[in-house]
């Protein structure tokens, strides 16, 4: 990866898309934690791809490469989702009706739902993405101790949510 | 799944990435936009949704054709002496430098270098000298220097660099942003290691990032302009050494090696003593001073024909004892929750952090200045490109990413934070 980097760094556009295709996975998931609907994701990871290509000369150290885009890839979602919250009432309908995907049924999806998207990024960014908790403080612009702060939150909120279902199930 | 590691275990799946998004987000990939056609904004968000999932290979630059359909490299005129002719359009800083440059060596029209007076422009300098103190030959590469501009900031050397079956028309071409008679224009490196110095003011550093940007005038022969940025404005005319220890280029038929570096490196010296004198007439400091509300802001702008500095104003972040010391408990006990060791308090705070903010600068006509790779943490340097700049405008957001990557003036204008109009005489 570091070849491509280097390559991608000096405008080498099939570099970089090789680069961002190798990332498609690990951006979807992270997107898909934040966006609730496919085609805002594809948004998301379209400008992520455009702005990274722009400003690749600034990524000073490669390594940094995967928080770096992912830092972007957040910071675009967030301007969608506050998009979508400022223009909630329009009812604008896509061109082609978007199926979601076949995860969206799936049963950790659901359950992740359940967290509010600060959460949801921690978890994913850490049990999916492998990120270090002072990584992800980069990534969030947050301090360590909040990532932490967060990530303890979640686990205590999904085991709350287990007990409550547990407790459902036996009513 | 009723446990949370279930629940864990089911998030590091693979998923499968949906048909359309995974569509979009190739077609981006297929059509990144070269500088000027992101200056439209024609690729943002397009919201399109196309139902065709084929991949296409994009398009790898291909670096002989650019050999090829330059008539004046095919036929093989004299260069040295103009390479700055042959590069100017098509560099990262491009513009006209042939009445500004002063020429080192010129090549007769028999194409031999000889010990000639140069005939060309009236900013020649010591043109008794021979050409020859311009050179430098190791391991079969011989380096010609040929024309040289100094701003101030930066010196803009160009050279010939000739090695006998150095297979330069395979090294790949790059965008360099710019546009001529409407198409993208290119240009291919040879990446250089080694130092530099100033002979009178002492002032040097590493060869890093300084490439000969330039082309491949045959398999054996590169035309190229290298960047000098020197750390300081320069105000006196002065001797630039350059030492290069290694010369590397990349090969496009292997692009995809584990290896980082270049396919092609030769290690040897080559030393070159170029003298320069300084432009002072077309170039100008301007002083701003002029912050928002958070203490982030401009300092002070230099113009030259060929680049713009916006040197920045980014106060440091600066904690005190007792916020560090409680935000440092409030970790240690979550640390200390979640059973992980606890980090010494001397770790916790290892920088003091300057403050982060975006800037992006258009002339007078709403036409974005593009910026270059060269931006350290003070300062951003942006390439003129032939622009016709009597007025820049400057655009400050406190989001770091908020704005660098639009072009449309409208959109920044909403978006920015701040706005600084510099007036350029």
């Known amino acids: 990866m570091e070849l491509l980097i280097q390559k991608a760094k000096r405008h080498d556009k099939e570099a970089f898309a090789i680069l961002m295709t190798q990332h498609a996975q690990s951006m979807y998931k992270v997107a898909k934690a934040i966006l609730k609907n496919d085609e805002d994701v594809a948004d998301a990871m379209q400008e992520t791809a455009l702005t990274c290509w722009e400003k690749m000369g600034t990524l000073k150290k490669n390594e ?50 359940h967290l509010e998207e600060k959460y949801r990024t921690v978890i ?33 909120k999904m085991e709350c949510f287990y ?4 407790e459902w199930e036996m009513v | ?130 050409s020859t103190e311009y050179s430098a030959e190791d391991q079969g590469i011989t380096i010609t220097a040929s024309e040289v501009y100094c701003d101030g900031q930066s010196v803009f050397l160009t050279a010939e660099i000739h090695m006998e079956n150095g297979k330069f028309n395979n090294i790949p071409a790059y965008y360099t942003s710019g546009t001529v008679d409407g198409e ?46 020197l750390d300081t404005l320069q105000e006196t005319d002065d001797v630039l050494n350059l030492n290069f220890s290694r010369i590397g280029y990349d090969d496009k038929d292997d692009l995809y090696s584990d290896d980082i570096i270049e396919t092609y490196k030769h290690e040897g010296s080559w030393n070159l003593s170029i003298p320069f004198s300084i432009d002072t007439q077309d170039v100008q400091m301007i002083e701003v001073s002029e912050t928002m509300e958070n203490g982030c802001g401009v300092e002070k702008v230099f113009i030259s024909p060929y680049q713009v500095i916006v040197y920045l104003i980014r106060p440091v972040i600066s904690y005190t004892e007792e916020d560090v010391r409680r935000d440092y408990e ?21 920088e003091e952090p300057k403050m982060n903010f975006d800037l992006t600068a258009f002339t ?60 350029v005489k």
């Open chain 1, 163 to 166: 007990q409550q279902e547990k």
């Open chain 1, 124 to 156: 994913i960014l850490y049990y999916v993405e492998g990120f270090k908790v002072r990584e992800i403080a980069q990534i969030l612009d947050v301090s360590e101790s909040a990532v932490k702060g967060r990530m303890t939150a979640a686990r205590k």
């Open chain 2, 330 to 350: 409030g970790f240690i006990e979550k640390t200390t929750e979640a059973g992980e060791s606890p980090i010494p308090f001397e770790d916790f705070y290892y």
């Open chain 2, 184 to 229: 993208s224009t290119t240009a291919q490196w040879l990446y250089t290691r080694g130092d530099w110095n100033l002979g009178h003011n002492g002032a040097g550093g590493e060869l890093m990032n300084n490439n000969f940007e330039g082309k491949a005038l045959d398999d054996n022969t590169f035309l190229g302009l290298i960047k000098i940025d």
């Open chain 2, 364 to 423: 007078q006509d709403g036409i974005k200045v593009d910026s270059n790779n060269s931006n350290s943490d003070d300062k951003v340097v942006l390439a003129v490109q032939g622009k016709d700049i009597s007025q820049l405008q400057l655009f400050l957001a406190n989001d770091p990413l908020a704005i660098v990557s639009l072009s449309n003036l409208d959109e920044v204008k909403e978006l920015a934070d701040h706005e600084i109009v510099v007036d």
């Open chain 2, 1 to 130: 799944m009723k446990k949370y590691e279930d629940f864990l275990e089911g998030l590091q799946k693979d998923m499968e990435i949906p048909q359309a998004v995974q569509v979009k987000f190739c077609e981006t990939l297929e059509n990144l936009p070269t500088s000027s056609e992101h200056n439209t904004g024609k690729h943002r968000r397009s919201g399109r949704w196309v139902s065709v999932a084929a991949i296409a290979a994009v398009v790898l630059v291909g670096g002989t054709g650019i050999c090829l359909t330059n008539p004046v490299l095919a036929a093989k005129i004299p260069i040295i002496g103009k390479i700055f002719e042959q590069l100017e359009n098509d560099v990262s800083f491009s513009g006209d430098f042939k009445d500004k440059a002063q020429v080192l060596t010129e090549e007769p029209e028999n194409g031999e270098l000889s010990d000639d007076k140069t005939a060309s422009g009236q900013q020649n300098i010591n043109s008794t000298q021979l």
């Open chain 1, 64 to 113: 940094f490469f995967k928080t770096w885009m992912i830092r972007i890839l957040i910071n675009k979602c967030n301007y969608i989702y506050r998009q979508k919250a400022r223009f909630t009432s329009d009812s604008v309908v896509p061109e082609v009706m978007i199926e979601e995907s076949a995860f969206a049924n799936a049963e950790w999806m659901e359950l992740l739902e």
